[in-house]
């Protein structure tokens, strides 16, 4: 840990240099501003530009050596050619960090990675690190900290960390998984990797306390025995999740175009996550709902799945499916469809089936909150989670409620409203909540498969 136990001051720098820094929003340096002003940096925030004297309301320097006082981290957005002389000024200044925004290097052949040589040789020398190159920098929301996404609405901190190697993947696992109620702790676009790699920051997020879920975005492993042994490490504390990309000849070529990677045979890695423990996506829709299962403070404790459904389409949906996933639906006994059947008389005229799985019909809706968490009360007697398929509110009161008895009896809970278009705000709640949230079965199965493997590797020791 001795290596990466500092990277605290990488995600919540005092201070922040921007050389490259522009007044034009559509230049890497401006943007790249515009951002960290926009996310409500509170740190000190010094653009570098030898000709200009204020940028977008602040004084500007003409070179980091210009500027008064100790730098944390400086964001490098220059011409890969001017990288080298901009890393040796920031080592002469006593820069604890670098990211370096710039293009052309070992993605683009061997001229770009001698230019990526020459920079780390540079690093080495003072033992600044180096985030980078090609890469878009960091999100940390808790210490408004954020050069990655150009939303200004993502300030709400949570658990989830991940580290990744596109800024596509990257951008999009943000905001699209914080539309679906995912809250960050910490986010690493690191691109090519030269000097702080993946196997780094998955060893920082697994001691870092505000981080419960590791999802990563790989392309290539330039230590991959060690990415191995450190993710099952790590995977008997806290779930990691990756989605490895370049798993075919064309992949492999995209691949090493994009950040350089050497990618390997994705059969044999996915047989090597397994063996790990780590959890493993195929696409960016994946690693998201994933994530979103993973948040579910509690882990199935086997493969019994009760479910309870306002809608005989999810009924069908969710019992074609289960099986080819490894889980169960076993008949419910005597004594709990009898429960169900007493809470259930005087509400709904008839009982198509109580059995797993329980079609409620149709729940008069002053009434749908209050019974769907009776029978569920009831039917996680004989399950080990249960999936709900209703058209209940997801407001505050639910979400609390939920969350209170899958804390109380230590089952995952997983919802599939009836309405998903209108519910949007609501899924987001209960994914806030711990309470994971899909829009259809199909989806929302494959992660408590993969919430089963999980729990099945931790209890196997």
Known sequence: MAKVQGLDRLFSPSSLAIIGASKYDQKGGGFLLRRLMNSGFTGKLYPVNPKESEIMGLKSYPNILDIPGEVDLAIVAVSAKTVPQVIAECCQKGVKFAVIHSLGFSELGAQGRELENEVLRLSRQSNIRLV???CMGLYCPKADFNSVVTDTGLKEAGSVAYVGQSGWVTENFIMMGYERGLRFSKVAHIGNQIDLTIEDFLEYFAADAETKVIACYIEGIKRGREFLQLAKHISRRKPVIVWKAGRTEAGVRAAASHTGALAGNGAVFDAALRQSGIVS??????LIDLAVGFTCPVMPGGNRLGVLVESGGGAVGSADIYEGLGLEMPALSRETQKELADVLQDIIPAFPSLQNPVDMVWIPLEHSARVFLQCLRIILKDVDAALLVDYTPLDKYYSAKLAAL??????????????????KQGMSLMVRNGIPTFTIPERALKVLSAMVRYSNYLRQG
């Open 132 to 134: 980078g190159p090609n």
């Open 281 to 286: 996506a195929q696409n960016l829709e994946e």
């Open 406 to 423: 899958r804390d109380e009896l230590r089952k995952p809970i997983i919802i599939i409203p009836g309405h998903v278009i209108g519910q």
